[in-house]
């Protein structure tokens, strides 16, 4: 079945500093992938999709790639601040023939905390 | 445009009961998906309905169920409540490929 593999944290960073977190998937057919962002006492907010190989999702600084050829969606960020301290997951919509499966698979979650 | 919404925010009960979960979907979205975000085990699927018919459910006992109203929105109820049963439950319902999230419903049983 579909799996996500994703960086286990928690990861602490310096206001400033480079982020990247890891994340490689298993699946059948041609998966979207999404990152997905929780802050403190809320839901689920999507940071970015990419839906076919190559596909680069940006948002709020935000990038990452869909590699098909090494099964990666990893999250980059080139200068991180105290805000973005939240729980970050990927995640992938199991596609076959164009036709969405539906549900989300996670990966185990992310903590990254940003101090000043 | 309202998102997602899920009711109540908390709940608590205690082993063998039943609780009942509620969650609307964003207006025009067909599909609701309900997750469950138990303490260090991240976010499982629980059930997906569109269209007023469960379409998918995932590796849970049959104490999980729900439904879906003529109106969209979707009830989550789980019977003979257990400690583990405790967890926020996300609600999301769809447009194309993303899944738009509720705030959750933090459900604790004692």
């Known amino acids: 079945g579909d799996s996500v593999t994703q960086m286990e944290g928690p990861v602490t960073l310096s206001e400033e500093a480079c982020l990247t977190i890891?994340?490689?998937?298993?699946?059948?057919?041609?998966?979207?992938l999404f990152w997905y962002v929780q802050y403190p006492g809320e839901g689920l907010q999507l940071l970015l999709k990419a839906t076919k190989a190559d596909d680069k999702g940006s948002n709020k600084g935000f990038e990452a790639t869909y590699r098909k050829e090494t099964t990666s969606f990893h999250l980059e960020k080139g200068s991180v601040q105290v805000s973005d301290s939240a729980v970050y997951f990927c995640a992938l919509s199991g596609r076959a023939g164009g036709t969405s499966y539906g549900k989300l698979t996670f990966g185990q979650g992310t903590i990254l905390t940003v101090h000043p | 445009e309202a998102g997602v919404t899920q009711s109540p925010t908390h709940l608590i009960k205690t082993r063998g009961q039943q609780a009942t979960l509620r969650c609307s979907p964003i207006s025009g979205h067909t599909s609701v998906y309900w997750y469950q975000q138990a303490l260090g085990l991240g976010l499982q699927f629980l059930l997906w309905?569109?269209?007023?018919?469960?379409?998918n459910r995932g590796n849970f006992p049959p104490r999980f169920s729900g439904r879906q109203f003529p109106n969209y929105s979707s009830e989550l109820n789980v019977n003979a409540l257990e400690l583990e049963d405790s967890a926020l439950y996300l609600c999301?319902?769809?447009?194309?490929?993303?899944?738009?999230f509720g705030p959750g419903t933090r459900l604790t049983v004692l």
């Open positions: 890891n994340c490689t998937y298993t699946a059948t057919g041609y998966p979207s």
């Open positions: 309905y569109d269209e007023g018919e469960e379409r």
């Open positions: 999301a319902s769809t447009k194309l490929d993303e899944q738009f």
